[in-house]
């Protein structure tokens, strides 16, 4: 089928998320390998955000594929209440081999799912309510994990759910009402609001306080110093369940497996997604504490999914956790981490269109800003469409990313090389100058 008939198909039946159908003009895409792909009219384009920053491991990886098709042939399916080969042994993987300090799993299509079991999950085992969660996440589009969610996209499923409250996480560079002096100062001042916040919201009615561990789409927000140490202190303070959500952040986008390792932090709930089969089948879960999992061996998880733990996705589970090792992925990622930071912070010293720019390993966001240092777009609004012309722009140069507020992912997959960096960032340099002269 040739390019031109596949889009108009596509515009005839399909409806795309977070769009006004009419006005979309999707590339046709016949194949992608590593860090690339290529449209139906044999255009490569460079994957500088993952796709929606999954696919660590890139494109075309050929012993995943190879999971993917033996397990198809032996039994591609097989009902939740059941024990099978690949079934056991992910979650073996995951708990000895990548998480030991953590008790069991409890699988998922997707991340949103995911956060939505890990709510109810916190909200049996604790018998309390109430949800906190900061204000710049992105958790899911399910219902409840909109409500968990803070940034825009929440707000079209409002009125809510009662019970989910909203704290203001870090985000220094904008912070609008002091100046600190140094990290430490401004995580002291974070978790002092927050306690505040505990308290006048019940402190003994607080089931979880959620928090992506470093924020993604919402500007990959790198807690400050002695700030998730101190959260992680108020939830045992309160008796409140810390849930990370590592949907993003996880399987070696930061340069550890998860991105709590950074820290001196145990959450009690992890929820993942997206990299444990960097999108080739879908599958996600919740992993809980030994704690947690020990109440369920006498009361009942409430919590089901006709695809819990399907069969496929484990077995490009297991291949994919084998393929970060074999492929040394995650020492690779914080060994690429620096060389990314340097590439930005060289575009921004050059670009007077490009503001902040922050990554943790292979986990990065420039941000655009108008000529008095702000952000590029007002919150929640785009009224001229600045970003979708940049998005635009990077895409006639053969790259693509997403966009969110005034800023644009640059998280490539975790295979790519030096040069291939140095090479986008060519492109990003080319993009950033006509921004410098036709935005600004």
């Not at 909200?123 to 969660?133: A, E, M, P």
């Not at 803070?150 to 809510?160: Q, V």
């Not at 919590?303 to 970060?324: K, R």
């Not at 050059?350 to 902040?356: A, L, N, R, T, W």
């Amino acid at each position: 089928m040739a390019g031109e008939d596949i889009r108009a198909l596509d515009k005839k039946y399909n409806m795309h998320s977070w769009s006004a159908q009419k006005a979309l003009n999707p590339i046709v895409v016949e194949k992608a390998e590593g860090i690339f792909f290529w449209d139906a009219d044999g255009k490569k384009y460079y994957d500088m955000s993952s796709q929606l920053v999954n696919m660590n491991i890139g494109h075309g990886n050929k012993k995943i594929i190879k999971a993917i098709q033996d397990q198809a042939e032996k039994m591609p399916f097989i009902g939740p209440a059941y024990a099978a080969d690949v079934r056991s042994e992910l979650a073996r993987k995951i708990i000895e081999e990548v998480v030991p300090e953590m008790g069991k799993v409890f699988f998922t299509n997707a991340g949103a799912e995911a956060n939505e079991n890990a709510i109810k999950i916190a909200r049996l085992y604790t018998g309390k309510q109430k949800i906190f969660s900061g204000y710049r996440s992105y958790h899911g589009a399910t219902y409840a994990a909109a409500n968990l969610t803070g940034e825009p996209r929440r707000l079209a499923s409002e009125p809510g759910i009662p019970g989910f409250v909203k704290f203001f996480n870090p985000y220094i560079e904008r912070e609008p009402v002091i100046k600190f002096e140094s990290e430490e100062q401004y995580s002291e001042y974070c978790l002092a609001k927050l306690e505040e916040q505990i308290i006048w919201e019940g402190q003994d009615n607080i089931a979880a306080l959620f928090l992506e561990t470093v924020v993604g789409s919402n500007g990959i927000l790198i807690p400050p110093k002695g700030y998730l140490e101190g959260v992680r202190a108020l939830c045992t303070k309160y008796g409140i369940m810390m849930v990370c959500d590592e949907v993003m952040s996880g399987w070696g986008r930061t340069g550890e497996w998860f991105a709590y390792m950074n820290w001196d932090v145990v959450p009690d709930i992890i929820t993942f997604a997206k990299g444990i089969t960097c999108g080739y089948v879908p599958i996600g879960g919740a992993i809980v504490s030994k704690a947690i999992a020990e109440h369920f061996e006498e009361n009942v998880l409430i919590c089901g999914l006709t695809y819990n733990a399907h069969l496929m996705g484990c077995a490009a589970g297991i291949a994919t956790i084998d393929e970060y090792k074999n492929l040394d992925l995650i020492n690779r990622s914080k060994k690429m981490g620096p060389v990314l930071a340097k590439h930005m912070a060289e575009l921004q010293a050059k670009h007077p269109s490009v503001g902040p720019c922050r990554n943790i390993g292979l986990f990065g966001m420039v941000e655009f800003v108008d000529k008095n240092d702000g952000p590029l777009v007002p919150y929640a609004k785009d009224p001229k469409g600045l970003m979708k012309q940049i998005v635009g722009k990077l895409r006639e140069n053969g790259a693509t990313t997403y966009s969110h507020e005034n800023m644009i992912s640059v998280s490539p997959p975790l295979i790519i090389t030096e040069e291939e960096l140095k090479e986008l960032f060519v492109i990003l340099d080319k993009v950033a100058t006509w921004v410098d002269e036709n935005l600004l």
